[in-house]
């Protein structure tokens, strides 16, 4: 099984500061890396696909890179609506979600 | 409008048997696998398994094998989800999602149901 490991699991960052999340994969998966947003009691968003392909009406604050084992997933100015939840997910070989990452206001 | 529409909350008592619903519209059901994913209280998500209504191939995460069935009716364009003796720990928020690409069942989630909320207490 490939096994995703997701960095820090809790963030505190304020409105327009610059943040980064990091996922690393046990094996190479490529690039078949996807991130997502989910706020309490919502089904998880998509932001970004193939690693660092943002997925249309996302804005454009968020980006992704990384390819092979290791992954980021970097917010460029925080806005109030950013403050949630992110998840990565490999899907080169079967799924497997990181453990997420809590993003709250500092 | 394309969308999943998952069944409703479920109150259920350890032992009894349960059967979810993702009904997809709005695109050709037969075409694309749809994956479920669990999410347990406070915690992560985590890939259950995956079906594709078109032959209904089925795929299971090895957590989940044995413990749950995947199966679907192309008919009624749903997917489903069931436990034969549910227990106190599948309390949990069920997702079903599907896939960006028609016909692959590994792709990123571009399309996922609101969730069906399950508890299972005596």
């Known amino acids: 099984d490939i096994q995703m490991t997701q960095s820090p699991s809790t963030l505190s960052a304020s409105v327009g500061d610059r943040v980064t999340i990091t996922c690393r994969a046990s094996q190479s998966i490529d690039n078949g890396l996807a991130w997502y947003q989910q706020k309490p009691g919502k089904a998880p968003k998509l932001l970004i696909y193939k690693a660092s392909s943002l997925e249309s009406g996302v804005p454009s604050r968020f980006s992704g890179s990384g390819s092979g084992t290791e992954f980021t997933l970097t917010i460029s100015s925080l806005q109030p609506d950013d403050f949630a939840t992110y998840y990565c997910?490999?899907?080169?070989?079967?799924?497997?979600f990181g453990q997420g990452t809590k993003l709250q206001i500092k | 409008e394309v969308q999943l529409v998952q069944s409703g909350v479920e109150v259920k008592e350890p032992g009894q048997s349960l059967k979810i619903s993702c009904k997809g519209s709005g695109y050709t059901f037969t075409s694309y696998w749809i994956a479920w994913v669990r999410q347990m209280p406070g915690k992560g998500l985590e890939w259950m398994g995956i079906?594709?209504?078109?032959?209904?191939?089925?795929r299971y995460s090895p957590s989940f094998q044995g413990q749950v069935t995947i199966s679907a009716d192309k008919s009624f364009s749903t997917a489903y989800l069931q436990w034969s003796s549910l227990r106190a720990s599948d309390t949990a928020m069920y997702y079903c999602?599907?896939?960006?690409?028609?016909?692959?069942?590994?792709?990123?989630?571009?399309?996922w149901g609101r969730g069906t909320l399950v508890t299972v207490s005596s």
């Open positions: 997910q490999q899907y080169n070989t079967y799924y497997t």
């Open positions: 999602a599907r896939p960006a690409a028609a016909g692959s069942p590994y792709w990123y989630f571009d399309l």
């Open positions: 079906i594709y209504p078109g032959d209904s191939d089925t």
